[in-house]
């Protein structure tokens, strides 16, 4: 076992309860706690901890993907960008840049990005971790503590799979719902409407009928693990898309990958961001080395997580997402 956190066993039940919860009254309901304390407590994990709102993106039609460029000039008035942060690589320095693009426009986006030095990584699936579905830690005496029997566990599972929903093409005041609560998962429909300056009904109305449908659950982000670790880019080369999806499923169960995802052109291979003390990530990858189906580990890259800039906005401007509204462009 390895302690990750000390964390209070309230505490502790929240965390679990916030990724099959879309308001603080649901959170209420499986805690058994007032909404008040319930409210106060997230406000409090908040420092530690981050919440993303993961929605089935594909079955909307939006790509998530993550380019790799030399210089910000590069991303200069580009649209879709979420998050942006600095990467060190074998091949040098790198901004890395996270977005969320609508189907039909990859490919403008993506020819914008054709430079020897840009390398661009379209994902297929992409998950964070969900507390709610982990037997791999436990809370014990005021502490969170985590097993390393990845082996067995690994052998139990049968893949991540996302389930079927319907496909359609998400609209821009969709996408700005979606864009709202992958930073903040509780965020008031009223909030969002206010931004942009529409009725709040109208987003409540896109918020029920298309986004809420297409809703997976929250991720959990670990940030408090940056403070002090190092950030690594690790690939995961295994001998088969299912072990790929296996894999994918068991990191989902791990609090010390932040991000990971499958790329479209390599479906074998799972990329993730891994952070936790040096002790825990030599005993983590030692693990995952007792795996017969993984082929290969390799470390790609650090990442400078003082560097993280969250976009708030899909569009570089307001105008332009009224202007699609009014041009009723999809």
């Given at each position: 076992m390895g302690i990750m956190i000390k964390i209070t066993k309230s505490d502790f039940k929240i965390l679990k309860a916030v990724p099959k919860s879309l308001n603080y009254s649901e959170i209420s309901r499986i805690t058994g706690f007032s909404q008040p304390y319930v409210s106060n407590k997230i406000k409090k994990l908040l420092r530690k901890f981050s919440f993303s709102f993961r929605v089935d993106l594909h079955s909307l039609n939006i790509i998530p993907i993550t380019i790799f460029v030399k210089d910000k000039e590069q991303i200069k008035d580009s649209?879709?960008?979420?998050?942006?942060?600095?990467?060190?690589?074998?091949?040098?320095k790198y901004i890395a840049v996270d977005m969320y693009v609508p189907k039909n426009?990859?490919?403008?986006?993506?020819?914008?990005?054709q430079h020897e030095e840009v390398q661009i990584?379209?994902?297929?699936?992409?998950?964070?971790?969900?507390?709610?579905?982990?037997?791999?830690?436990?809370?014990?005496?005021?502490?969170?503590?985590?097993?390393?029997?990845?082996?067995?566990?690994?052998?139990?599972l049968t893949g991540y799979r996302e389930g079927e929903r319907r496909s359609f093409v998400a609209d821009p005041i969709d996408i700005l719902i979606i864009w709202s609560k992958m930073q903040n998962p509780f965020v008031p429909l009223a909030s969002i409407a206010k931004k942009v300056g529409l009725s709040q009904q109208l987003v409540s109305y896109h918020y029920r009928h298309h986004v809420i449908g297409q809703w997976m659950y929250n991720g959990v982000i670990a940030r408090y693990l940056q403070d002090e670790n190092l950030t690594l880019l690790v690939k995961i080369s295994t001998i088969s898309s299912v072990s790929a999806l296996k894999?994918?499923?068991?990191f989902q169960r791990i609090p010390f990958f932040l991000e990971s995802f499958i790329p479209y052109n390599n479906r074998k291979s799972i990329y993730s961001w891994l952070v936790a003390p040096h002790g825990i990530t030599k005993r983590l990858i030692n693990s995952l080395h007792e795996i017969e189906e993984v082929d290969r580990i390799e470390i790609l890259g650090i990442r400078d997580s003082s560097t993280e800039k969250i976009i708030n906005f899909p569009w570089r401007d307001v105008g332009e997402f009224r202007s699609l509204i009014k041009a009723g462009k999809k």
């Amino acid at each position: 076992m390895g302690i990750m956190i000390k964390i209070t066993k309230s505490d502790f039940k929240i965390l679990k309860a916030v990724p099959k919860s879309l308001n603080y009254s649901e959170i209420s309901r499986i805690t058994g706690f007032s909404q008040p304390y319930v409210s106060n407590k997230i406000k409090k994990l908040l420092r530690k901890f981050s919440f993303s709102f993961r929605v089935d993106l594909h079955s909307l039609n939006i790509i998530p993907i993550t380019i790799f460029v030399k210089d910000k000039e590069q991303i200069k008035d580009s649209n879709f960008i979420y998050k942006t942060y600095a990467v060190t690589l074998s091949t040098g320095k790198y901004i890395a840049v996270d977005m969320y693009v609508p189907k039909n426009m990859l490919e403008d986006v993506t020819q914008k990005f054709q430079h020897e030095e840009v390398q661009i990584i379209p994902k297929r699936y992409e998950v964070y971790w969900r507390p709610d579905i982990n037997n791999l830690i436990h809370h014990e005496k005021g502490r969170i503590l985590f097993s390393f029997n990845l082996r067995e566990k690994y052998y139990g599972l049968t893949g991540y799979r996302e389930g079927e929903r319907r496909s359609f093409v998400a609209d821009p005041i969709d996408i700005l719902i979606i864009w709202s609560k992958m930073q903040n998962p509780f965020v008031p429909l009223a909030s969002i409407a206010k931004k942009v300056g529409l009725s709040q009904q109208l987003v409540s109305y896109h918020y029920r009928h298309h986004v809420i449908g297409q809703w997976m659950y929250n991720g959990v982000i670990a940030r408090y693990l940056q403070d002090e670790n190092l950030t690594l880019l690790v690939k995961i080369s295994t001998i088969s898309s299912v072990s790929a999806l296996k894999m994918l499923e068991l990191f989902q169960r791990i609090p010390f990958f932040l991000e990971s995802f499958i790329p479209y052109n390599n479906r074998k291979s799972i990329y993730s961001w891994l952070v936790a003390p040096h002790g825990i990530t030599k005993r983590l990858i030692n693990s995952l080395h007792e795996i017969e189906e993984v082929d290969r580990i390799e470390i790609l890259g650090i990442r400078d997580s003082s560097t993280e800039k969250i976009i708030n906005f899909p569009w570089r401007d307001v105008g332009e997402f009224r202007s699609l509204i009014k041009a009723g462009k999809k």
